[in-house]
């Protein structure tokens, strides 16, 4: 999937030719049928198809000429010569065609030529003719319409003028890529072919590469349309990041998906990053954000590339995206902001539901040897704080300690589901002074033994959400612990209640499937009452 960016739904996508190619039914003049006719009577086996909306045959197959000699690409000019009335062309006009392209395919050799008239080419008048190893032409197929009229302008608007039209109709936030470029083609319309201005507009604002075809005559926009498909990738912002933390994973460069134009800050459908210490990131000319892990905009990349990632996750599993609850997204159409380097050496990352927004904090080691690591450089950590706002986002306002204990239990599930990996905080706890991690959800904790400090206790959640994981794969366990978050009917939820809203996703979504599975896990060997 890639965005739906705001330019499909811009004004100047006119496309007005499919009304024209849409058009139903232009019977064949008779002259044209009856050349048909005796074009496949001499030649046995061949065969016509007709096309409605151009009255004039789409395709036509078999041993179409005898072997001639040259190229493939002289051989299918001197077979169009000779052909033009079965292909609904008259011999009296100045048709000419001009090859555009050649390739092999499936034992032809096709060209792909375009119709002029008076040395212009007729926008769509294409034909494209095969070839065989006998030089004997066996497939045209063609997009020319019934003979049309075409006529020059003979008083064309200035170009200058012609683009001034197109510039106007982008709008007054115009803001151009390159150059325009233009061409003088016949456009088709119903009665006849019109001389007109064909303009390429490459835009940042709006987004996309225009493409105008201007009424010489008039000045009248006859047709616009975007001919950039796909825009998400026409400019590539990249970053270097550790696809997960510096101590399980090399430097990488990594591409930053969905940066909003202009494509040159941490700005993107998903998320915002802010710096506390430094005015933001910026990507050079080259779209490419160079920064090295001293640099105090390197975690600005990091914290976006793992929001992004995290937030992809969640869209999998069909979260909506922080639109209604959350402040911040709401505001900002869905966006998490992410905020770096918070305080002086904070020991912390964390999500404020009164901002809606997430934070990182740098950590204090190693000038406190009992301090953390740089918390913003840890995907799990992101993941951790995401999952907290996320919860947030469907069930604001979650209390008491069974509640946070949950809320923290989840966060840690889904750190450790996206990783793949049941530890937390490899990275973010420096070794050797601390063996290894925060917490790891491959556990035995058992409910009742549990502190009731919520992660502490949130840690039980956690590590029967993974062994239900264990059992019954990623995917059913992520669906299943993802649905029993939105369906929580109550602000203070406990352990229990939690576990019941597993079994009901289970019972409506999986028919049950997985009933015994859970109670097993959850009520006999974590010990959460039944
Ligand atoms: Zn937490």
Redesign the pocket.
Same mark, same amino acid.
């Given at each position: 999937m890639f965005e739906q960016h705001s330019s499909v739904n811009c004004s100047a996508n006119r496309n007005n030719i499919d009304a024209l190619v849409s058009d139903v039914a232009t019977a064949p003049v008779s002259a044209l049928l009856a050349e048909s006719k005796d074009f496949l009577v001499q030649r046995s086996g061949a065969s016509l198809e007709w096309n409605p909306t151009t009255g004039t045959p789409s395709y036509i197959e078999g041993k179409l000429s005898k072997s001639m000699p040259g190229t493939p690409s002289q051989v299918s000019q001197v077979f169009l010569a000779g052909s033009l009335a079965v292909l609904g062309l008259s011999p009296e006009n100045d048709e000419e065609f001009s090859e555009i392209d050649s390739f092999d395919w499936g034992g032809l050799e096709f060209t792909r030529l375009q119709q002029t008239n008076q040395g212009l080419p007729l926008l769509g008048a294409e034909v494209v003719v095969g070839v065989d190893a006998k030089n004997r032409v066996r497939i045209v197929t063609s997009g020319l319409r019934q003979q049309s009229a075409a006529k020059r302008s003979d008083n064309p608007i200035p170009l200058e003028q012609a683009k001034q039209i197109a510039s106007k109709d982008l709008g007054q936030d115009l803001e151009l890529r390159s150059e325009i470029t233009h061409k003088t083609v016949f456009y088709p319309t119903q009665q006849q072919y019109v001389e007109a201005y064909h303009l390429t507009i490459p835009a940042v604002i709006p987004m996309g590469d225009w493409e105008y075809f201007i009424d010489v005559q008039n000045g009248d926009i006859l047709d616009s349309y975007n001919s950039m498909k796909s825009h998400s990738f026409y400019f590539a912002p990249r970053a270097r990041v550790y696809p997960e933390n510096p101590e399980e994973t090399p430097l990488a460069t990594v591409m930053l998906r969905n940066v909003k134009s202009p494509y040159k800050q941490l700005d993107g459908e998903h998320c915002k990053v802010i710096n506390e210490d430094a005015p933001p990131a910026k990507a050079d000319d080259n779209y490419r954000f160079n920064y090295f892990p001293g640099n105090t905009h390197f975690d600005e990349c990091q914290v976006y590339y793992a929001v992004e990632k995290v937030y992809q996750y969640f869209l999998d599993l069909g979260f909506r995206g922080f639109t209604v609850n959350n402040p911040y997204g709401k505001a900002n159409n869905g966006q998490l902001a992410a905020n770096v380097h918070i305080g002086t050496n904070y020991d912390n990352a964390f999500y404020r539901p009164s901002t809606g927004q997430i934070y990182f904090g740098d950590g204090s080691y190693p000038g406190n040897p009992h301090g953390l690591q740089d918390l913003a450089k840890e995907v799990d950590v992101v993941a $951790?704080?995401f999952t $907290?706002a996320l919860i947030d986002e469907y069930r604001p306002g979650i209390f008491g300690s069974e509640g946070s204990a949950l $809320?923290?239990g989840y966060?840690d599930y889904f750190a450790c589901s996206l990783t793949n990996d049941s530890d937390l905080g490899e990275y973010v706890v420096p070794s050797p002074e601390k063996p290894g991690v925060i917490r790891n959800c491959d556990n035995n904790l058992r409910y009742p033994e549990a502190p009731s400090e919520p $992660?502490a206790r949130g840690r039980v959640w956690a590590g029967a959400c993974w062994d239900l994981r264990k059992e019954v794969g990623k995917e059913v366990a992520d669906f299943l612990i993802f649905g029993s978050i939105l369906v929580l009917g109550t602000t203070s939820p406990t352990f229990k209640y939690a576990k019941d809203m597993l079994l009901l996703i289970d019972r409506y979504w999986c028919g049950g499937e997985y009933r015994e599975t859970i109670k097993r896990i959850f009520e006999h060997e974590r010990e959460i009452p039944v």
């Open positions: $951790h704080e $907290h $809320h923290e966060a $992660h």
